[in-house]
Structure formats: C-alpha cells, structure tokens
C-alpha cells in the first residue's frame, strides 16, 4: 500500500515561491506516474501537473505553465512542485497522487489510486 505524505504549504505573499514535497512509501516510487491536483474552498479538484515514473515526461494545466515546475527523485521516494510567481487564485489545498498501475503521465484524478492529506497553500498580502 502506497502511502504520500504532502509538506512545505503556508502563507506566502503574491508574487512568492513555495516549493511542496511529497514523501511516498511503499511500493517501487520510480514505475509510479504522480501528480499534484489543487482543491479550492467551494470548488472541485483540479489537475495541475504530472510526471512519468521516469521524470521524463511532464504535464501541466494552462493556468500553471511557465509558472510551475513538477520534478521527483526517484533515490529519495519525493516529488516535487515548485510554485513561483504566486497569484492569490493559486489559493487552495494542494494533493499528491500516485498512478501505481502506470508509469505514463496521467491528467485525471479517476486515473490516480493513491493519494495524500493534502497540505494548505495560501497566497495572501
């Protein structure tokens, strides 16, 4: 059983950085597509970004692009999402997930079979 334990959320003013992790446990880390989906009150989750289990191969939702940045080490079990040029309609919860059936990037949440607590991202003067 796969676990993922998301960290490095908080406050952050627009125009910020943040940088969440994602510890996954369980499993063979590298065969696994992860990605990062977002949930904001009131609203459903959202796709933001995946990698293939290779790292290779990354996706991202339009919002994001050019602002975001999805990566993962295969050597420690963690992926990555590097949040720059924060806007406060980045303001949600943001959710780690593991595809261990496949090792393709994935866009649907359906498509993901484990999945994080998730960690709080607000982007706030």
């Known amino acids: 059983q796969v676990q993922l334990v998301e960290s490095g959320g908080g406050l952050v003013q627009p125009g910020g950085s943040l940088r969440l992790s994602c510890a996954a446990s369980?499993?063979?880390?590298?065969?696994?597509?992860m990605g990062w989906f977002r949930q904001a009150p009131g609203k459903e989750r959202e796709f933001v970004a995946t990698?293939?289990?290779?790292?290779?191969?990354?996706s991202y939702v339009g919002f994001v692009q050019g602002r975001f940045s999805i990566s993962r080490d295969n050597a420690k079990s963690t992926v990555y999402l590097q949040m720059n040029s924060l806007k406060s309609e980045d303001t949600a919860v943001y959710y780690c997930?593991?595809?261990?059936?496949?090792?393709?990037?994935?866009?649907?949440?359906?498509?993901?079979?484990?999945w994080g607590q998730g960690t709080q991202v607000t982007v706030s003067s």
């Open positions: 369980g499993g063979t880390f590298s065969t696994y597509a």
């Open positions: 997930a593991a595809d261990t059936e496949k090792s393709n990037v994935q866009i649907t949440a359906t498509d993901y079979d484990a």
């Open positions: 990698i293939s289990g290779s790292g290779m191969t990354t």
